[in-house]
C-alpha cells in the first residue's frame, strides 16, 4: 500500500509555480493577482480564504481579500464582482462558498468574468470542460488528477467508481476520468444517495472516488483487493484529545480499508492541500492567458 501524499505533492506544485513566478519578474512581467471575496464570518470560510491568501505570499503572487458583512445586499456584491471584471490588474477571482441565503450563487456566478473564474464554477468554464477544451478545471478534481498523473497510476481502461455527484467534485471529476487523456480513459459510474446497493457497485471499483462528507461511509467490505482509494471527505467530528476539539475525518474507514489498497490518500494530507495548490495554478495560468486569450 503506497500513501498518496498531497502535502509533498503540493509542495513541489507550489515550488513549480513559485520558480515560474520568479520568471515573469525578470523577465518585466507582473506578478499574478488573485482577488478573494468573503462574505461573513464563518469559520471554515475565513481559515479557507486566508489560507488561500497566504498561499500567494508564498508563491509571489498578489493578493486582495475583499470582506464584506453578511447583511451585504445582492446587488453590492454583483457590483462588487463588476468593478473587479473590469479590473486589469487583477487576474482570478474567487467568492468563498457557501454565501449567506439572500445571495443567489448562481447570480454570483453568472455575474463573474468567466476568464477570472479561477475556481472553474462558470457554465462557461463547466462546458468548456466538458466539451474538452481548455478551462480552469475546479481545484479539487484538478489535485485528483494531479496526484493521479504524478504517481504514475495506470487509468486506462479501468473502472472508476465516483461516489458523489456534485458540481464541485463529483460530477467535474466523472467528466475528467472519462476523457480522451492521461489520467483518464477511465469506464466510469457515478453513484450518489439513491444508488441501490452501493457497496456491489463500490466493490467493481479499481479506482474509487468518495466525495460525499459522510464520515467513514466507505467500509473494508466495500472495496476490492488492489484497488486506488481516492477520499475526498474532510469532515469535523468530536475528538476531546485535541486542544481544538475537533478532527477531521474522510469518507473512508481509513484504518480498515488502507492494507487492501494499492494506493490510498489520508485524510487530512491527501486530497485537501492539493486544493489550493491547484487554485494558484488557475490563477497562474490566467495571468498567462493560457486558457482564454
Ligand atoms: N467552498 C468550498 N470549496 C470551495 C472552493 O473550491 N471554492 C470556493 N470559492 N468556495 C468553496
Redesign the pocket.
Known sequence: MILLDGKKTSEAIQSEIAAEVVKIKEQGGKAPHLAAILVGHDGG?MT?VNNKVLACERVGFDSTLLHYETDITEEELLNKIREINEDANIDGL?????LPKHINPNMVLEVMDYKKDV?G?HPVNVGRMVAGLPAYL???PYGIMQLLERYNIDTFGKHCVVVGRSN?VGTPISILMSKCTNPGEATVTICHRNTVNLAHHTRQADILIVAVGKPGLITEDMVKEGAVVIDVGTTRVPDATRERGWRLRGDVDFEKVAPKCSYITPVPGGVGPL?IAM?LKNTLRAAKKEVHS
Open positions: 470560510s479557507y474567487i467568492v468563498q462558498l457557501p475556481d464554477f475546479p481545484a479539487t464541485i486544493t487554485l
